[in-house]
């Protein structure tokens, strides 16, 4: 057991002591992203803290009456998507506009992103989004009824996961998908890249570029870099725009 895992008890005690302006992230995963965001926010000193998970974070959210630093919290969105979050929130609380911050990526960049593909590519990646999609609608579907769901711990990089994937997974080949609520059937149906976890949304495109034989490769990590130099931070329909400037004014 790694005994240097930080607490929430020791994220607070921490940021009792601390005087710097400080926005809370939920961990390495997003870490690059916030990176360049700090970045392009050259005239103010504001600390980004690559936190340890999302459950976490939120638990030190709860507590942020205890904490005179002033602080933002940033999360993904995950299955608030689908369910209001339990707890009362304010505005220091922000969520991610889709699924999560790797979703918002995408939306903001889209045309870019798949115009890395060529056609056999583009089409595997419709074929794949929407199949995801259909194996992710059935996950917020036990979720919502209560039942255990089993996303957290998949890869699509997985070569069992990918074997299985006409036949979605073994474990729900034989769901009925019209139990499922029409609502949610149309969100994936009409916003894949939204609604579906963005952690597998990026996936796909590894999988894809993996299969190439030439060296026209990118990982998740190039990936980032590329989309986040080329999305314009200076168009207010982006939401990359909109997250800097919210920072930016609060920390003001």
């Given at each position: 057991?790694?005994?240097?895992?930080?607490t929430?008890?020791?994220?607070?005690?921490?940021l009792?002591r601390?005087s710097?302006?400080?926005?809370?992230?939920?961990?390495?995963?997003?870490?690059?992203?916030?990176?360049y965001?700090?970045?392009?926010?050259k005239?103010?000193?504001?600390?980004?803290?690559?936190?340890?998970?999302?459950?976490?974070?939120?638990?030190?959210?709860?507590?942020?009456?205890e904490?005179?630093?002033?602080?933002?919290?940033?999360c993904?969105?995950d299955?608030?998507?689908?369910?209001?979050?339990?707890?009362?929130?304010?505005?220091?609380?922000?969520?991610?506009t889709?699924?999560?911050?790797?979703?918002?990526?995408f939306?903001?960049s889209k045309?870019?992103?798949?115009?890395?593909?060529?056609?056999?590519?583009?089409g595997?990646?419709?074929?794949?989004?929407?199949?995801?999609?259909?194996?992710?609608?059935?996950?917020?579907?036990l979720?919502?009824?209560?039942?255990?769901?089993s996303?957290?711990?998949?890869s699509?990089?997985?070569?069992?996961?990918?074997?299985?994937l006409?036949?979605?997974?073994?474990?729900?080949?034989?769901f009925?998908?019209?139990?499922?609520?029409?609502?949610?059937?149309?969100?994936?149906?009409?916003?894949?890249?939204?609604?579906?976890?963005?952690?597998?949304?990026f996936?796909?495109?590894?999988?894809i570029?993996?299969?190439?034989?030439?060296?026209v490769?990118?990982?998740?990590?190039q990936?980032?870099?590329?989309?986040?130099?080329?999305?314009?931070?200076?168009?207010?329909?982006?939401?990359?725009?909109?997250?800097?400037?919210?920072?930016?004014?609060?920390?003001?």
């Amino acid at each position: 057991m790694n005994k240097n895992i930080l607490t929430p008890d020791i994220i607070v005690e921490t940021l009792k002591r601390s005087s710097l302006d400080t926005v809370l992230i939920e961990g390495q995963d997003d870490k690059q992203i916030f990176e360049y965001i700090e970045k392009d926010i050259k005239d103010q000193i504001i600390d980004f803290f690559p936190w340890n998970g999302r459950n976490n974070l939120i638990e030190v959210y709860k507590r942020r009456k205890e904490i005179d630093t002033k602080c933002l919290y940033f999360c993904d969105s995950d299955l608030w998507l689908f369910k209001d979050c339990e707890f009362e929130r304010d505005e220091t609380l922000i969520s991610t506009t889709g699924y999560s911050i790797e979703n918002d990526l995408f939306e903001d960049s889209k045309e870019f992103i798949l115009s890395l593909f060529d056609d056999d590519e583009f089409g595997q990646f419709e074929t794949l989004i929407n199949n995801l999609s259909r194996w992710f609608a059935y996950q917020v579907h036990l979720y919502l009824n209560g039942m255990p769901c089993s996303y957290a711990d998949k890869s699509i990089l997985s070569d069992n996961f990918m074997q299985n994937l006409d036949i979605i997974t073994q474990d729900y080949k034989d769901f009925d998908y019209r139990k499922i609520d029409s609502s949610i059937i149309e969100k994936f149906d009409n916003y894949p890249h939204v609604y579906l976890r963005g952690k597998f949304l990026f996936q796909i495109f590894e999988y894809i570029f993996q299969q190439r034989s030439n060296n026209v490769r990118f990982t998740k990590k190039q990936l980032f870099d590329l989309i986040y130099r080329q999305i314009d931070k200076t168009n207010e329909n982006k939401i990359l725009f909109k997250n800097i400037e919210l920072i930016k004014d609060f920390f003001k």
